[in-house]
C-alpha cells in the first residue's frame, strides 16, 4: 500500500495557502460592496456575485491543482481532464453551493463564513472524490 501522507499534505496545501485566505477577502470583500447587509436582495446579490466569480475560478484552480500536483499528471492530460469535466463539475456545483451561500450569508457571521464554508467543502470534496472514483471504476468493467 502506497504512502498517502504526502497527498494528504499537498491537498491541505490547497485550503490553507489559497482557499482560506482567498475565502476570507473574499467575504471582506462582498460584505464591504453590499455593506454588511443582510436583507433577502442583498444576500440573493452576494450568492449570485459569489457563484458567477468564485466559484467556476475556484473549481477550475482545484482542478488544476489536483491534477498537476496531487496526481503528478503532465499539463497535456490535466487540460484534458478539464475540458471533459469542468463543466459537469461546475454544474453539480452551481446546485449545490448557492443554497450554501445563502445560509452563509444569511446566518452565518463573517468571521465564522471561512470555517463555515470550509466544513461544508470537506464534505463536498469528499462527494467529488467518490463521483470520480465510481466513475473510474464503471471505465474499468
Not at 482567498?22 to 471582506?28: E, K
Not at 458567477?52 to 499539463?75: A, Q, R
Amino acid at each position: 500500500m502506497e504512502d498517502l501522507q504526502p497527498l494528504e499534505e499537498e491537498a491541505q496545501l490547497f485550503g490553507v495557502l489559497y482557499l482560506g485566505p482567498f475565502g476570507h477577502f473574499l467575504y471582506i470583500v462582498l460584505d464591504k460592496i453590499f455593506k454588511g447587509k443582510k436583507d433577502s436582495k442583498i444576500v440573493a446579490k452576494k450568492v449570485v456575485l459569489e457563484q458567477l466569480t468564485s466559484s467556476p475560478w475556484n473549481n477550475l484552480l482545484f482542478m488544476v491543482y489536483y491534477g498537476l500536483v496531487i496526481e503528478g499528471k503532465p499539463w497535456i492530460h490535466v487540460k484534458t481532464k478539464i475540458k471533459k469535466d469542468y463543466p459537469s463539475v461546475q454544474l453539480t456545483a452551481w446546485t449545490f453551493w448557492p443554497v450554501v451561500g445563502w445560509v452563509n450569508h444569511q446566518y452565518v457571521t463573517l468571521q465564522f463564513r471561512v470555517i463555515f464554508h470550509s466544513f461544508i467543502a470537506f464534505g463536498w470534496g469528499i462527494f467529488l472524490n467518490l463521483r470520480a472514483r465510481s466513475m473510474a471504476l464503471t471505465k474499468a468493467k
